[in-house]
């Protein structure tokens, strides 16, 4: 089982507009990040995206990938779902839309918003198959399993992705650790975490709150993600524990 991270980056990428690098080092090509998305893949070669960035397109051009077997989404956030036209050459091919899969908020809110994908336009068909979380446990292979976590006045899912005897947790956008996630990712063997910035915020997990998750949740490996531009590579890999990872755009992991 491998997790491919598509991007890394904040709701406004790093460099922001105006070529703002913040505390990054322009010259290491790991702190150019995009907005955050990731993909699971088995060993049969079966694959499961997780949100459609802003950056969708190009992140599958870079990463070679040119079709998937679901798609699962985090919150409705505009960094989490906006690319969500470009899962429309994904759906060339197929007799009906890829499947996808949301909280039952998450999906009422898609749906208000993007109407035309999930039922189709002017002759046009649908592009996604969209389902509630409620009784999924399965899909293409994966064992799945969520929770929702706190994310200021709304709720992120956090995933848990079974396959080949190995897992892959992910918890983006979060602002508080409660039981129900430590229990979701009890023993996982990668665990990708929100880690906006070192300074605690209101909607977000901090690097200290990254590591304690990682931690409480005895993952084998943690991998820092949805990272701003006070989040430097280099310097924030020599500060954390040898078992925790600065995520980039592009990076490839077997669990």
């Keep these: 089982m491998k997790l491919i991270m598509l991007g890394s980056g904040t709701s406004t990428g790093v460099p922001r507009l105006g070529n703002d690098?913040?505390?990054?080092?322009?010259?290491?090509?790991?702190?150019?990040?995009?907005?955050?998305?990731?993909?699971?893949?088995?060993?049969?070669g079966r694959r499961l995206?997780?949100?459609?960035?802003?950056?969708?397109?190009?992140q599958l051009l870079d990463n070679e990938i040119g079709s998937i077997d679901g798609v699962f989404w985090?919150?409705?956030?505009?960094?989490?779902?906006?690319?969500?036209?470009d899962l429309r050459p994904l759906r060339f091919g197929r007799s009906t839309g890829i499947p996808g899969?949301?909280?039952?908020?998450?999906?009422?809110?898609?749906?208000?918003?993007?109407?035309?994908?999930?039922?189709?336009?002017?002759?046009?068909?649908?592009?996604?198959?969209?389902?509630?979380?409620?009784?999924?446990r399965m899909?293409?292979?994966?064992?799945?399993?969520?929770?929702e976590m706190p994310h200021g006045a709304i709720c992120s899912t956090a995933y848990r992705f079974e396959a080949d005897g190995k897992s892959i947790g992910y918890a983006t956008d979060f602002a508080e650790i409660t039981d129900g996630m430590v229990d979701l990712f009890d023993g996982v063997d990668i665990l990708v975490s929100d880690c906006l910035r070192?300074?605690?915020?209101?909607?977000?997990?901090?690097?200290?709150?990254?590591?304690?998750?990682?931690?409480?949740?005895?993952?084998?490996?943690?991998?820092?993600?949805?990272?701003?531009?006070?989040?430097?590579?280099a310097a924030l890999s020599r500060e954390i524990p040898d078992n925790v990872l600065?995520?980039?755009?592009?990076?490839?992991?077997?669990?």
């Design 74 to 85: 985090t919150h409705d956030h505009a960094d989490h779902c906006h690319g969500i036209d």
């Design 139 to 147: 899909h293409a292979g994966f064992g799945v399993d969520s929770e």
């Design 21 to 44: 690098w913040g505390e990054c080092d322009p010259a290491q090509p790991r702190n150019r990040r995009s907005r955050v998305s990731i993909v699971v893949e088995s060993d049969e």
């Design 101 to 136: 899969f949301a909280s039952a908020e998450t999906a009422r809110r898609l749906r208000a918003r993007f109407g035309y994908v999930f039922a189709g336009q002017h002759g046009y068909p649908s592009i996604v198959q969209l389902a509630t979380l409620d009784t999924m």
């Design 198 to 233: 070192r300074e605690k915020h209101p909607t977000h997990a901090n690097l200290e709150m990254a590591i304690a998750l990682g931690s409480r949740s005895r993952a084998e490996i943690t991998v820092l993600t949805h990272l701003d531009k006070s989040m430097d590579y």
């Design 246 to 255: 600065v995520g980039y755009d592009g990076l490839e992991l077997a669990a």
């Design 49 to 58: 995206l997780v949100d459609t960035s802003p950056d969708l397109r190009r």
